[in-house]
């Protein structure tokens, strides 16, 4: 049972460079999330996507876009990287709308941009 | 206002005490509180989650909630060295097309000194 996995790692990226971070879950989960984390600032939302077919933008999504590919599959992509985007980035998907019940975690990607 | 908010601490308990975390959130909308707790490097996991006004008691752990006030607090009784991490709290803000945002505040670093 894998859960939330997230791909790749680890990556460096200089700046001005693009790529896209995959999720996937196979809880059957409808909503996912994507957070990024930097020390002392908690996890933040960037885009969520409450259902196949949706997303919504969170509290900092600026230089980033997101696709809900398919039920299982939520990507993040960054077009040109920053370096303001380091940071460790974490996927997360929740049973659905309606009573929120537990978020279930990737084990997160650590993006260096140089 | 941020949504949600914590003391970012770091918080230091001695061995055995009682740990006490707080959490205040912005949308009186808000029904369902949870909170995180994050080792270093790791991902989150759930540890409480609390939809009632009162006190709700998982072993060590005791979640508190008071909607008039926009509270919520995690006590920790004899904490242990394992307990030192980050905790967060987060909120479910509820949205007017009936999908959630959960949202995490910054989080409160705990270290238990033996």
């Known amino acids: 049972n894998a859960g939330v996995t997230q791909t790749p790692k680890f990556q460096v990226l200089k700046t001005g460079q693009s790529m896209t971070l995959q999720c996937a879950q196979d809880?059957?989960?409808?909503?996912m999330y994507w957070y990024r984390q930097d020390p002392g600032m908690g996890l933040r939302l960037i885009y969520y996507?409450?259902?196949?077919?949706?997303?919504d933008k969170g509290e900092v999504p600026n230089g980033y876009n997101v696709s809900r590919l398919n039920k299982r599959e939520f990507s993040l992509r960054l077009e040109s990287a920053a370096p303001s985007q380091t940071s460790v980035y974490f996927c997360?998907?929740?049973?659905?709308?309606?009573?929120?019940?537990?978020?279930?975690f990737g084990q997160g990607t650590r993006l260096t941009v140089v | 206002q941020k949504e949600v908010e914590q003391n970012s601490g770091p918080l230091s308990v001695p061995e055995g005490a009682i740990a006490s975390l707080n959490c205040t959130y912005s949308?009186?909308?808000?029904?369902?509180f949870f909170w995180y707790r994050q080792y270093s490097g790791k991902s989150p996991e759930l540890i409480m989650s609390?939809?009632?006004?009162g006190d709700k008691e998982d072993g060590r752990f005791t979640a508190q909630l008071n909607k008039a006030s926009q509270y919520v607090s995690l006590l920790i009784r004899d904490s242990q060295p394992s307990d030192s991490a980050t905790y967060l709290c987060?909120?479910?803000?509820?949205?007017?097309?009936?999908?959630?945002?959960?949202?995490f505040g910054p989080g409160t670093s705990l270290s238990v000194i033996p």
């Open positions: 987060a909120v479910n803000i509820e949205l007017k097309t009936s999908y959630d945002k959960v949202i």
């Open positions: 609390i939809y009632s006004n």
């Open positions: 997360a998907s929740i049973p659905g709308q309606g009573p929120y019940t537990e978020a279930f």
């Open positions: 809880m059957n989960h409808n909503s």
């Open positions: 996507s409450a259902s196949e077919g949706t997303t």
């Open positions: 949308d009186r909308g808000s029904q369902s």
